[in-house]
């Protein structure tokens, strides 16, 4: 059975930073591109940063670019996401997902989400 | 970057009739050298994660009911629900992955009458 379990999130105040993990298992992590999405409270979900299978490629929705950090240790099953210099429009539940094929394929597994608060 | 535009925002529907979403992107979201459309449905139950229904427009992920379908291609595509049951209510949600940012749409509040 798939599972992700994302940690990490909290509290805390603005230009601060977080370190977001997401631990899987139940698959061969080394072979899948993950995402991180994010809602922020009430809203829709927004995709935020997809890395490939062994993280020479990543991806940014422009308004994190510079200030986050996708990255992945294939060796622990672990995707991270080195939030920087937060903002309180960054206060979102975060998700972390398992792409059904490239990253340009649909996300078939989430994990429950990690909230973070910027305030 | 692609918009994603859903209609209509909110929808009610009574138990076992049909329920139907639209999904519209800015642009094209089909792939021509391979002919997939690359454009997915999720559901989103209160407090839960999103799971995904339909992928490559019309391809229903493995566990997903029947009742549930996809269609459409290139800009316009639709979300069917053939006879919706209690467990249906939900927020659905359309992606496209043709190109980052990888957006989705603003999402549909799905009700029962």
């Known amino acids: 059975e798939v599972q992700l379990l994302e940690s990490g999130g909290a509290l805390v105040q603005p230009g601060g930073s977080l370190r977001l993990s997401c631990a899987a298992s139940?698959?061969?992590?080394?072979?899948?591109?993950m995402t991180w999405v994010r809602q922020a409270p009430g809203k829709a979900l927004e995709w935020v940063s997809s890395?490939?299978?062994?993280?020479?490629?990543?991806f940014y929705v422009d308004s994190v670019k510079g200030r986050f950090t996708i990255s992945r240790d294939n060796s622990k099953n672990t995707l991270y996401l080195q939030m920087n210099s937060l903002r309180p429009e960054d206060t979102a539940v975060y998700f972390c997902?398992?792409?059904?094929?490239?990253?340009?394929?649909?996300?078939?597994?989430w994990g429950q989400g990690t909230r973070v608060t910027v305030s | 970057d692609i918009v994603m535009t859903q209609s209509p925002d909110s929808l009610a529907v009574s138990l076992g009739e049909r329920a139907t979403i639209n999904c519209k992107s800015s642009?094209?979201?089909?792939?021509?050298?391979?002919?997939?459309?690359?454009l997915a449905w999720y559901q989103q139950k209160s407090g839960q994660p999103p799971r995904l229904l339909i992928y490559?427009?019309?391809t229903r992920q493995s566990g997903v009911p029947d009742r549930f379908s996809g269609s459409g291609s290139g800009t316009d595509f639709t979300l069917t629900i053939s006879s919706l049951q209690a467990e249906d209510v939900a927020v659905y949600y359309c992606?496209?992955?043709?190109?980052?940012?990888?957006?989705f749409g603003q999402g549909t509040k799905l009700e029962i009458k």
């Open positions: 997902a398992k792409h059904v094929a490239g990253i340009n394929s649909a996300t078939n597994d």
């Open positions: 139940g698959f061969t992590f080394s072979s899948n591109d």
């Open positions: 890395i490939n299978h062994n993280g020479a490629n990543t």
């Open positions: 642009q094209s979201v089909l792939l021509s050298s391979n002919n997939k459309n690359y």
């Open positions: 490559w427009a019309s």
């Open positions: 992606q496209q992955g043709y190109s980052n940012p990888y957006t």
